[in-house]
Structure formats: C-alpha cells, structure tokens
C-alpha cells in the first residue's frame, strides 16, 4: 500500500475531565478515531521526514487509545446496567436498584463505566432530544453524571461535586443542604437518569461522614428516576456492600439490598473458555496494531504466553504494554512486535513481579496457555 493519505495531521487531543458537564459531553460527543492507515515498510522508508513524524505521532495516539474492546465480561456488565437502568422507571416513592462494580484495580472498570455511560447519554439525547420540553426548553438534557470520589469526600463536597458537574456557578461555596438543593434541582430539571460514582472504596462508611454520602445517594435515587452505578475496588471488603459487616445505620443498611453486584476479573488461561477469551482479546488487539513489518500470527501464535506471562492477565497491564511495545517499534524501526522488543519495555511494578512467576510456571508446563491454539489467525 502506498504512504498517500497515510499522513495528515490532526491535532486531536482529547484531555477532557468527563466529571463536568463539558468534559462528559465531549467525550460522549466525540467521533470514534480514524485508524491511521497501514503502510508497508517499502512506502515507509520513502516517506518524506515531516510526514513520517506526523504518521508516527498518529500511530502513538492511536496505539494508546486502543478500545475499548469488547470482553465477555464487559459484555456481561452492559446487560446488567441496561436491564436496571431501562427498568429503573419506578414512581418517586418506589425503591430504585443501584449496581455494582467490584474488581480488582486495572481490569477496566472505569473504561466500561465511562463506555456504558457514553452509549445510554446518547441513546437519551436520541430519544427525547438535547433539551427538556417540561422546562420550556430551558433545561438542558443531561442524562448522565459522572462523579470520581477522592479521599474524605464529605456530604458537602460530594454536593459541591455535583453542582461542578452541572456547571452551576458558586459550586464552592454554600452549606451542604444548600448544595444539595441545588444539585437536586439540577437532576431533575436535566432529566439526569444515570449517576456513575466511580472510586467508591474512598467512601469510609464507619464514618458520619461517609455514611451521610451513602444516604443522600439513596435519597436521590428514591426521590429522582436515578439509577446509580457504584464503581470501586474491593467494596465489599469494605463493608460498603454488606449490611452488619458495615456497622453502619439502619438507614444505610437498606442500601445493601438494593445492589446487584458486578464485577470484572482477571484474565486466565487455565481454562478453556479462559483461553478463549484471551485470544478473542489479542484478535480485537491484533486489528488495531498499525506496524509495517507486523506479520501473520504476530500476536496471537507468537505472543500470547508472553503477554500473559507480563501482563498477569490484568487489562491494564496488557495496553500499556502494547502501546509502549508499539511505540519502540516505531522508534527503533523495527515495526514489528517481538519477544526481544517486548522485554525492553517496562511497565507497572505489580505486573513485573508477577510476570517472574508467571513465566517459570509458563516454562514449567503448569499453564496451558497454548492448547487450544490455533493455526491460523487474522492479518495483523
Ligand atoms: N475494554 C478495554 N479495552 C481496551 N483497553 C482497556 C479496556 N479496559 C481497560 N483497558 C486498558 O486498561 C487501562 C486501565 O483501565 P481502567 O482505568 O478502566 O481500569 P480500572 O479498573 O478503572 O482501574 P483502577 O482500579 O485503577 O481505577 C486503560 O487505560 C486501558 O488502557
Ligand atoms: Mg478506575
């Protein structure tokens, strides 16, 4: 293939904060981004130098932004959230179910939730359009909230948090129920349907403080048509699930009922189906990696014990990886994925330690990662 139309350069820097209203519908706004077309390294080499730095800059962009990709699990936490969200249409005086979603750190739990969050935004605004007919068009539609929490998140900052998200001026200052009011109106008058609460495990519920949030989580949801979806790291350790294990309120521990959990594990490949997960993964991942020399089975055949062994099975782990693995290809001119480049690209501390592990026993036999291996796979 030749290098035309391989290299114009767009400037497309997306460094929204999707935890404000501009932020989120940028993001929910944004049109997927163009693959960078395949070039052969013939056409490569023959690239004039400022149009080979503005195909390698695409490629960068490219290769870190890679998804998200489809897993089964993810699959299985958008039917959930559907479900509950779409059935979430209660009176105000009913009971609305919230979700969970409890996994391990890096395994892509906040890249489903802003995923999921990006498709019900646009499936509202297709629905009832960009404004609120009930408010004489005066009120935006916001169908979606997204909130990280960080470290004491209070009532009051929690409520400021929210107000921030819908842009409301003097956000900062005002008591809590102050805020509140303010945010309350806000959900309502936006027709806000889906909160997503990311980094729940920052919610301390053995304190006033974090048990206050708690509860006016579950006042909005009872009194708005709000479905919440929670998203932490070992949550129920924490006792944020389980009622009792909290020693919280009575109030807060009605909460527990109403969640359905979820969660996101690891890959593994000492099953069949675990197997066949990870090679649906590394397929998805084969079709996006844009090098000149990549090759046929260059992923799938050649390094898909490698990339286990390194990435522990952890979604994180495994695109930084990539994305690094494919810069340095295009660095060093090699334009191709191999073992030797591989090793010299160093990632998260936590998959490093384990990839010694992983590695003897890959060596030793003790995991089957290749037994249901293939012969053929698709172009990479
Ligand atoms: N479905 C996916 N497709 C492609 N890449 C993904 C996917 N999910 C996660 N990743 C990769 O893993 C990285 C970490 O994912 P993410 O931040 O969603 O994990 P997390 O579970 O929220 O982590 P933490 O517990 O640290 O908040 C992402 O930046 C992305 O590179
Ligand atoms: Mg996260």
């Not at 206050?212 to 006792?239: C, D, I, Q, Y």
């Not at 030793?364 to 990479?380: F, K, S, V």
Request: proline letters at 4%.
């Amino acid at each position: 293939m030749s290098a035309e139309g391989a290299v114009t350069l767009v400037e497309d820097d997306r460094d929204w904060n999707p935890s404000t209203k501009a932020g989120w519908f940028a993001m929910a706004d944004a049109p997927p981004r163009s693959r960078p077309k395949s070039v052969r390294s013939e056409a490569l080499a023959a690239m004039a130098s400022r149009d080979r730095l503005v195909y390698d800059h695409a490629r960068a962009t490219w290769h870190a932004n890679i998804g998200p990709i489809r897993t089964p699990g993810v699959d299985a936490l958008f039917e959930t959230l559907e479900e509950l969200a779409g059935a979430n249409r209660q009176d105000g005086e009913k009971v609305k179910p919230a979700v969970v979603l409890d996994a391990l750190p890096g395994l892509g739990k906040t890249t489903a939730a802003l995923a999921f969050g990006q498709a019900f935004h646009r499936a509202q605004i297709e629905l009832y359009g960009p404004k609120v007919p009930a408010t004489g068009d005066h009120w935006q539609r916001i169908p979606v909230v997204y909130l990280g929490l960080t470290s004491n998140t209070t009532m009051r900052s929690l409520n400021a948090m929210l107000c921030r998200f819908y842009g409301l001026p003097g956000a900062d200052r005002g008591t809590a129920d102050w805020l509140a009011s303010r945010a309350a109106e806000c959900v309502a008058n936006c027709k806000t349907r889906l909160v997503i609460v990311d980094d729940v495990h920052f919610l301390d519920v053995n304190r006033r403080d974090g048990r206050e949030v708690a509860n006016h989580f579950k006042w909005l949801a009872n009194t708005f048509p709000v479905t919440f979806f929670f998203v932490g790291v070992g949550l129920r350790a924490r006792g944020l699930l389980d009622e009792g294990l909290s020693g919280a309120d009575a109030a807060f521990s009605q909460t527990a009922r109403r969640w359905s959990v979820a969660s996101l594990d690891p890959f593994e490949i000492a099953t069949k189906s675990g197997r066949a997960t990870w090679r649906q993964l590394l397929l998805g991942i084969v079709r996006e990696v844009v090098l000149a020399n990549a090759y046929r089975g260059m992923i799938v055949r050649d390094l898909s014990d490698y990339l286990f062994a390194r990435s522990s099975g952890h979604f994180a782990s495994l695109m930084s990886l990539v994305a690094r693995g494919c810069y340095r290809a295009v660095k060093t001119g090699a334009e191709v994925l191999s073992v030797e480049l591989l090793d010299a690209v160093r990632i998260d501390q936590a998959a490093e330690s384990a990839r010694v592990h992983l590695h003897a026993a890959l060596s030793a036999g003790l995991l089957p990662a290749d037994t249901d291996r293939p012969r053929q796979e698709g172009a990479a």
